[in-house]
C-alpha cells in the first residue's frame, strides 16, 4: 500500500525531493541556494494560495551574482567544453606545425586565416577561464553542488588555475624581436 504525503507548501514537496536524491547532508544547503531560484518558476495557483506564492517570490530576493553561477549540469556549458575542446586539439597541432617548420610565416596573405582563426580560438580560451570562476560543482564528499563564488574560485585556484593561466598567457608580446 503506497503512502501518499499531502505538502503543505511547495517548498516542503521540494526539500523531500532534494532529501531523496542527494541526502539529508545535501539537502538543507542545496534546497537553501536552489529553491529562490525556482520560486521564480511556480505557476501561481488557484485562489488565496496565489497570492501566497507571488508574496513568497517578492520576499525572496535573488542576489544578482547567484545569476552568474553557472550549473555542473548546464547543457550550453557542455556544448561549449566540447567547442573548447575542439579549439584545443586545434592549438595543439597548429603550434607543433608552428615550431617544428620554419617556413611559416605568419604574417603572410596565406596563413591570414589561420591567424584570424588562432585569435578566435584565444578568445574562447580567455572565455572558458572567466567562465571557470563561475562553473558550480560538486562536492567530493557529500556531491551537494556548491555555488558560492568564494568556493568556486577557492576550488578552481588550487586546481586547474596555474594550468589555465600558463597556456593562456600572451607569451608572443614578451617573446618578440624588438627590431
Not at 544547503?29 to 494560495?49: D, M, T, Y
Request: charged share 25%; hydrophobic share 45%; net charge neutral.
Amino acid at each position: 500500500m503506497q503512502r501518499h504525503e499531502r505538502f503543505d507548501t511547495y517548498d516542503d514537496m521540494f526539500k523531500r525531493k532534494i532529501r531523496a536524491i542527494y541526502g539529508t547532508r545535501a539537502s538543507l544547503k542545496l534546497a537553501n541556494e536552489v529553491l529562490p531560484l525556482r520560486k521564480k518558476s511556480i505557476k501561481p495557483a488557484i485562489g488565496s494560495e496565489r497570492k501566497e506564492v507571488e508574496d513568497n517570490v517578492e520576499q525572496e530576493k535573488i542576489i544578482w551574482y547567484q545569476l552568474l553561477i553557472i550549473s555542473p549540469d548546464s547543457q550550453w556549458k557542455s556544448i561549449f567544453d566540447m567547442i573548447v575542446l575542439i579549439f584545443v586539439g586545434y592549438s595543439c597541432i597548429w603550434n607543433v606545425m608552428y615550431f617544428a617548420f620554419d617556413s611559416i610565416d605568419d604574417t603572410s596573405e596565406k596563413f591570414a586565416k589561420f591567424n584570424v582563426f588562432n585569435k578566435v580560438s584565444e578568445g574562447i580560451f580567455y572565455t572558458d577561464f572567466i567562465f571557470s570562476f563561475f562553473q558550480a560543482f560538486r562536492h567530493k564528499e557529500t556531491f551537494e553542488i556548491v555555488g558560492d563564488l568564494k568556493s568556486i574560485a577557492s576550488n578552481y585556484i588550487k586546481g586547474w588555475f596555474m594550468v589555465d593561466l600558463v597556456s593562456i598567457f600572451p607569451f608572443e608580446l614578451f617573446l618578440r624581436d624588438p627590431s
